[in-house]
């Protein structure tokens, strides 16, 4: 296994295999979760994602999540994160002209500011507001930990529980105080420190990413029932907080298990839908539709999955849903978490 874990290769011809016809071509999608970046080998800048936000689906809208993209070369340490923002607000400005479709492409944008800064973190925010120039919503600061260093993303060396750290919850209120909102992103056994945080700091909208990150590789590995019983409690917990939804999606890396990657031929929507079923059904039980909402995590995910394909499953999984809670699963939860404009 490699020392990274979470990235698949995207194999474009690989994916071609398993073609679908759109299902409900016309049920507004705001896809609240995607990443774009100049990554050596591996580009994914607004023509990559354009083509796969035009393969049917009525993609309306769509949200950037940090990923280390056009980071600042220089300046003080904790503002060369702000430099992402100023690209994506360029690349938003580009979608509004027009000129590429109707998708508004990074109509929101989450960016990273280190928490661990405490409440000295607001210029830093406030650095932000100005470069997304109306665009910026809030911050991921990625907390996945785990005591196996494979596991680990080498990106990331964050202290074992962040989210529980005095400091760090300071930073959350600054954001609360702000209007702005946090992603968390973390594994599983992890869960419990973002209740802990939620509680701490109630005035801050918080959503986890990603269904809280089920791991089932290196020690996690074969005993599938027992993370899933641990996970199903933990979210059940979480979703007493008021404050904190989930995002259903980002099950496409390897740390998660389903070894998609590994098939002769990708899965089909049908697949992908079984295979998740009791996690979105777990998480849409437990904080309503009107708390939930599904994204893509592209070009991460694409190593598993075709982004039409990805689309057509999340329209399986939400087939029993009512018309109310399909536009909130689909649209209007992002919407509002995110303070997007778009209808």
Known sequence: MSANVHYIAN?????????????????????PHHHLWDRPGWPYMMPDLLADTNTGHNIVSTVFVQCRAFHKADGPEELRPVGETQFVAGVAAMSESGQYGKTRICEGIVGHANMLLGAKVEPVLEAHVKAGNGRFRGIRHITAWDPNPVIMNPAYTPPRHALQDKTFQE????????????????????????????????????????????LAIEGYAGKGDEVFKDWSAAIRELATCPNVYVKLGGLGMRINGFK????????????LANAWKPYIETCVEAFGASRCMFESNFPVDKGSYSYGVFWNACKLLAKGASADEKRDLFAGTAQRFYRLKTS
């Open 11 to 31: 194999r474009l011809d690989w994916l071609a295999r398993v073609k679908e016809p759109v299902l409900e071509p016309d049920l507004p999608i705001v896809d």
């Open 171 to 214: 930073g959350l209120r600054t954001l609360g105080r702000m209007g702005l909102t946090f992603d968390a992103w973390l594994y599983h056994p992890q869960i419990s420190d973002v209740t802990a945080a939620a509680r701490a700091v109630p005035e801050t909208r918080i959503v986890l990413d990603h269904v809280g990150g089920p």
């Open 260 to 271: 998609f990657e590994d098939a002769a031929d990708p899965p089909t929507s049908e697949a």
